[in-house]
């Protein structure tokens, strides 16, 4: 259940509404005047967002680039260019 408080929680109750977003990993919702005014989470689970965006962005681009183009690779296709740049990548840190 989202943990919902008043601002004025943040800098009477900071010690508080720190523990809950880092024990909990979920974010606790200020409100101001009785509406939704900011939300506070930890770094952590900030992170854990952004990456999960940047994961769903990423898909939803391929999705749009396959829908408008006819090209496809298989399995072994794919693998083997991520296998043969890795060797490369691998080959230019070596001194």
Do not use: C
Request: charged share 30%; hydrophobic share 35%.
């Amino acid at each position: 259940m989202p943990q919902i408080r008043p601002v004025s929680d943040l800098r009477n109750n900071f010690s508080d509404i720190s523990r809950i977003v880092h024990e909990t990993g979920e974010p606790v919702f200020l409100t101001k005047n009785g509406y939704g005014d900011m939300v506070v989470m930890s770094i952590e689970a900030y992170e854990r967002k952004l990456y999960a965006s940047e994961i769903y962005f990423s898909l939803k681009e391929a999705e749009l680039e396959a829908k408008s183009t006819g090209i496809r690779y298989s399995h072994e296709e794919v693998f083997s260019d991520l296998r043969r740049n890795l060797i490369d990548k691998v080959g230019e840190d070596e001194p």
